[in-house]
Structures are given as C-alpha cells and as structure tokens.
C-alpha cells in the first residue's frame, strides 16, 4: 500500500523566516511525485513534478528536490500570499498500465507579516 | 488554456436524495479523474475515466458512480446521500494515462448534506 506523509501538519512563520516541508513515502515503482498548493475552498494548483532523485525545481521563492525516500519544499523569504496548504502526491505502480496517485494530508503554511 | 471547470459549485442536499455533479477538462485532455476532499480524509480518489471507460477506481461503496462522455466532460453521481457524503468533490484532468502526467484540478464543488 503506497504511503504518503507530510510534516509538520501547520508551519507558522514569519515574513522573510525561510523553512522546509516534508514529504516521505513509500510507494512501488514511483512514477513522479507531485506539488501542489490548495488555498482554502478552491482546487490544488500545480506547482512542480519530480522523476528522479535528485532532481530539483524551482519557481519564486519555492524549491523542489527528491531522494529515494522523500521529497522537500524549500520556502525561501517567504511573504504572506505564500500561505496556503501544500499537497505532496506520488504516482506509484499498481499493475500493469495502472498507477495510482497518492496524496498526503498536506502542510498548512501561514506566513505573517 | 481554459482550466478545468466544474459545476455547480456548491449544492445543499438531504440525506436520501441523490446528486449529479459535472466536470470539463481542460481541451485536449481525456483522462478525468474525481476525487473527494474532507478535514479529516484528506484528498482520497474516487475513479478515473480515459475515452469513456473507467480505467481505475478507488475504495468507495456503490453509491459512487461515473461516467464519461466522447467529449472528455465527465460527470458523478452519488446516490441515496448519506451526513458523511459532505465533502469538496474534486475533478482533475490529463492529457493521457502516462503515469508521468500531471492531474490539473478544477475549482471542486462543495457539497453539503443535512
């Protein structure tokens, strides 16, 4: 059964206070692991993919990487709009031309001025 | 690009009643898949459809049904609502099947049951 878990569960932090997310899995055959950010009542927005580890992205003040057992979300300087809930999903193998994506239950972020 | 649209956006049923919601993916993209987002079960995945068959379906009871049309819209129904149904009914879509596809999510419809 593939796993995903997140941590911490809520991060505060201040303007400009740089931190990291976690996401740690356990999942057959990973086929991409997936970011996304959710603001409150409205759907996940896309934000990087990874294959392979040691693969990095980067968008603003977000950074992506993965190993072979988890992925980070860096937040440098974040500012207030940064915060939202952040979704890490894995696509794992199930059967032959069948993969499931698996999400985590998220890291809420609030970051004040 | 047009995103993903769902619709309606928010719905206010009884228990016992049944209800349709449905979901356009982005242009060119014919993989659709729903899932239901509660506080307390997080994002869990309800079913998948690719050209109009249901490809992948998760551990819902039957109540939870899907189909898909030859234009990629897609719509679910859950019959006879129950309290716990309550929930963000969420619709993503793909280009294809490829595992290393990115889902794209639609706005959600919020669901309410009293």
């Known amino acids: 059964e593939d796993q995903v878990t997140q941590s911490p569960e809520a991060l505060r932090l201040q303007e400009g206070e740089s931190s990291s997310l976690n996401c740690s899995y356990t999942?057959?055959?990973?086929?991409?692991l997936f970011w996304y950010r959710q603001d409150p009542g409205k759907g996940p927005e896309f934000l990087f993919t990874?294959?392979?580890a040691g693969e990095e992205k980067e968008k603003e003040r977000l950074k992506a990487t993965l190993t072979k057992k988890e992925s980070f979300l860096h937040i440098t300087a974040p500012k207030p709009e940064d915060s939202a809930t952040y979704l890490c999903?894995?696509?794992?193998?199930?059967?032959?031309?069948?993969?499931?994506?698996?999400f985590g239950a998220g890291t809420t972020v609030t970051v004040r001025a | 690009k047009a995103g993903v649209t769902q619709t309606p956006r928010y719905l206010i049923k009884t228990r016992g009643q049944q209800v349709t919601l449905s979901c356009s993916p982005i242009?060119?993209?014919?993989?659709v898949s729903w899932y239901q987002q509660t506080p307390g079960q997080g994002l869990q995945f309800l079913f998948e459809?690719?050209?109009?068959?249901?490809?992948n379906k998760g551990n819902f009871p039957g109540r939870f049904s899907g189909r898909q049309f030859s234009n990629s819209r897609s719509e679910m129904n859950v019959s006879t609502l129950e309290l716990g149904d309550s929930a963000l009914y969420l619709c993503a879509s793909s280009g294809s099947l490829a595992p290393q596809e990115t889902q794209y999510f639609g706005p959600g419809t919020r669901l309410l049951v009293l």
């Open positions: 999942v057959s055959g990973l086929r991409g």
């Open positions: 242009s060119g993209h014919r993989s």
């Open positions: 990874l294959y392979s």
């Open positions: 999903a894995v696509r794992g193998f199930v059967r032959s031309n069948d993969y499931k994506l698996s």
């Open positions: 459809y690719f050209s109009e068959t249901q490809r």
